[in-house]
């Protein structure tokens, strides 16, 4: 089992800045696939940005050059950095790990809101 502990959401206005964290309780080397997921209300889940053990990325094409996935192997954590903040960006973010000794089994945070307002 992983526990993801998820922070960093919060109210914004439209251009600002918000920093998502995403603490696991082991180790991420044993990740090979690092995802960040947003549900807005009334939709369905969308991936927003990917990181593989590799360090490739992938991103939603709404959020290219405004989000960054990264991670910090010392604190066993990955980050969202979300840059010029639009009100379509509201959502509940969730992170999402998949072991490297599993290709079905991922790992689900508890999300954590995000608000743009205009």
């Known amino acids: 089992q992983v526990q993801l502990v998820e922070s960093g959401g919060g109210l914004v206005q439209a251009g600002g800045s918000l920093r998502l964290s995403c603490a696991a309780s082991?180790?991420?080397?044993?990740?090979?696939?690092m995802r960040w997921y947003r549900q807005a209300p009334g939709k369905q889940r969308e991936l927003v940005a990917s990181?593989?053990?590799?360090?490739?990325?992938n991103y939603l094409d709404s959020v290219k050059g405004r989000f960054t996935i990264s991670r910090d192997n010392a604190k066993d954590s990955v980050y969202l950095q979300m840059n010029n903040l639009k009100p379509e960006d509201t959502a509940v973010y969730y992170c999402?790990?998949?072991?490297?000794?599993?290709?079905?089994?991922?790992?689900w945070g508890q999300g954590t809101q995000v608000t743009v307002s205009s």
């Open positions: 999402n790990v998949r072991p490297i000794t599993s290709l079905t089994t991922t790992y």
């Open positions: 082991r180790s991420i080397f044993s990740f090979n696939l």
């Open positions: 990181l593989t053990n590799g360090g490739n990325t």
